[in-house]
């Protein structure tokens, strides 16, 4: 049986913006994804590859890549909480 992913669905620009923000700044942030999951994460950097965006975050020293459109919400002290909307 073959597993295809959804299509990409872009995230808001200030949604995006904020990502981008905490990546400068290596914010260690909570991490809910949209299926439940959640992590304690420092953002590194955010990447376009195949026209699908990710975060790249470090956990534990660990770099993950984590779609954008399967965050649902990031938050940290100095943003606050970031609830991602997709694109119009």
């Known amino acids: 049986m073959v597993m295809t992913e959804k299509e990409y669905q872009p995230i808001n620009c200030d949604d995006y913006d904020n990502l981008e923000l905490a990546c400068q700044h290596h914010l260690v942030l909570e991490i809910k ?3 439940g999951e959640r ?3 420092k953002a590194c950097d955010l990447l376009l590859r ?3 965006e990710y975060l790249i975050v470090d956990v534990a020293g660990e770099q ?3 779609r954008l459109d399967n965050i649902a919400y990031f ?3 100095t943003i ?3 609830e991602i909307s997709l694109a119009d």
């Open 75 to 77: 938050s940290h002290p």
């Open 33 to 35: 994804l949209r299926g």
């Open 80 to 82: 606050g909480k970031i």
């Open 50 to 52: 195949k026209q699908v």
């Open 64 to 66: 993950k890549e984590l």
């Open 39 to 41: 992590l304690e994460a």
